[in-house]
């Protein structure tokens, strides 16, 4: 018997996972070296004609599946059959109707919610369990089943006489001769009638098994080599022992794999230490191989380990996807070496990207919500070496940590193309704003930089601060949403009186307090290039709020001033309307949720009078009541500039909104106004829809939550703009 033919009977039987071999095998394993697609077309009517017996488990990753499709999303896949490849218990997921985290009105959405990956290697999109009709079998013993269960015995049998060569019948004829006498060496006679045989040893079987893979023509029929059972393991096992490359090219070519690209992200099951094995074997040996994509598989660091020697030793390969695993830091950081040692990129970025964004609500879609972990930035910052052409790296909203910051970093202190860098919501803390702040030092062309709610406290602020005082090229920082205190605000102030570039700084949600706002508003005094400033949120009073507004009052480039949500009262509202008089810069201005009352609004109505370049004030969310609305309104009528104005939530009540009805009878330059829940009841809003039939330039109105106004007042206002084209009205 020819050596060829004593390996396709043993691969037969070991794909099929039996130890006994069948007559109907002998003939398989002849047609599968001279007529490959015949066996094919057989075996896939065989499982087509094979109906699902009822299983009453829960399906699970391995299962046969056929799709049955009872939403309406998934009919594209109804009556195609595959394999489950994900579940609930390895991929996090969010509705499948309403996209948010779990939803109780739609229940029956996420309840246990599958992915299938069919024949053609395509993945379908999360499956509803009432969507699926499982077998409770892997494809491999579905497929021995529905073999058994049909009439192929008979077709196999056919297709040998009209399509094998006379050699090869002749071969078969003399292998049953011969083992019905026990005369055939490595094989043994188990039973005469049926036929029924067996290698002498199984490790025979798994040694010729493993030879046939490396030979051409051999094509793999149910599970690919990435999800194989433990029964594969001593069959990998000395294939991996072959001399040269031809057991990782054959296993490549018997899963029907071709070109040099393999997506297996998502896709390793079985027997662990036996897909590792098969990992390194087509990574070492597939000398086509050029992308291998292993992303979203939990390997750990025990398959980093395996992995490291196929990726020191391999030639070809380029690109190597390692993101979102169970790495640890000591793994990734082995596998970066090797990466960079090698040029294998590891992170699943290309070398001609410009833009990388890979923060949590682009790298995924919506149903995939796992994030970046510190392992995953070691890679990426590894990569980065290799990328001249980038210039913008997001990571927002992942979970890198101060390990993976400091990779980040040291990547920055190299990398001369990376000009914007988002690492917002990784929980960088204190360790991970000092390295960032290390690299800045000498980093020549990041010019911005969002590390917003990072748990960065003032230790990790004054390092910043420290950099600013050198880094001659960042124009925009935002610290938004951290834990910045008193110290912390006092070294970024420091820093603001030397530092030369920077244009925008966010220090939005922090703990600045008055302090605080004191030592930026001394900054503010000498600073020549801060432009847009943000402090909402930061427990200012109006003692931090007079200060900032005595800066005002010298400052030549401060054009955004942001304040929402502090304390500055009517005092600190006077001080500013009193720079806001000789100001000459500042154009947009938020006051918003300050509990500045009447006496407050009435100030900086004075100041609208006579300032002749803020074009937005907000105002919302304030208690300036009828009296600060008539104040306002009285300046409208004068102030030549002002184009937006947010009085919102005020209680302006009826007399307010009358007020400013007046103004905007002859106002020419206010095009946004916002009214929303203030009480104007029903007079008011008829007063406003007056004054819209004589104003011509205002293009948007929000007078929402004015409940009191009623059917009547919302007729009147709607009436007056009806014909008025493109006007936004919000009623």
Known sequence: MRRTSRSAIFFEAHVAQRRLIEDRQLDEAALGLEAPEALAQIRAEAVAKMAFKP????????????VTATLEEQCEHEGRRGVITADDETDSYDCMECQCEICSEHAYAIARPYRVTFADHTMSQWLHPSSLRSSGLNETAFLQRAMDASASEAAVRVACEARLSVALREALRTVRERVLVDALPLLSLWQSEPLQLQSSHLSFQEYFAAIALCDEGIELSGTPPWQWPAWWANTVKLGAEIPGDRFGRGLLRAAGVTGDTLDLSRKLGGDRPTVRRVLAAVVANASELRTLDLSQNKLDAED??????ALLKTTALKNC??????????SATMLAKIGAEKGIMLSGMRRDQTEAKLDSQRLQPKLDSQRLQPADAILIGSDLQFMAV????????NEIGDEGAKAIAEALKVNAVVTTLVLSNNSIGDEGAKAIAEALKVNAVVTTLYLTVNNIEDEGAKAIAEALKVNAVMTTLNLEGNKIGVEGAIAIAEALKVNAVVTTLGLYENKIGDEGAQAIAEALKVNAVLTDLELRRNSIGDDGAKAIAEALKVNAVVTILFLPNNSIGDEGAKAIAEALKVNAVVTKLWLSNNNIGPEGAIAIAEALKVNAVMTTLGLNSNNIGPEGAIAIAEALKVNAVLTGLDLDDNNIGIEGAKAIAEALKVNAVLTKLELYRNNIGVDGAKAIAEALKVNAVLTKLDIRANDDMGDAGKK?????VKDRSGFDLML
């Open 55 to 66: 299983f009453g488990g829960r399906a699970a990753i391995g299962h046969y599946v056929e």
């Open 304 to 309: 980093a380990r395996a992995l490291a020697p």
């Open 321 to 330: 996807s390692l993101l979102k695993n169970s790495l640890d830091v000591e």
């Open 390 to 397: 980038v210039t913008e790296l997001e990571l927002g909203g």
């Open 716 to 720: 009147a206002v709607r009436d007056a």
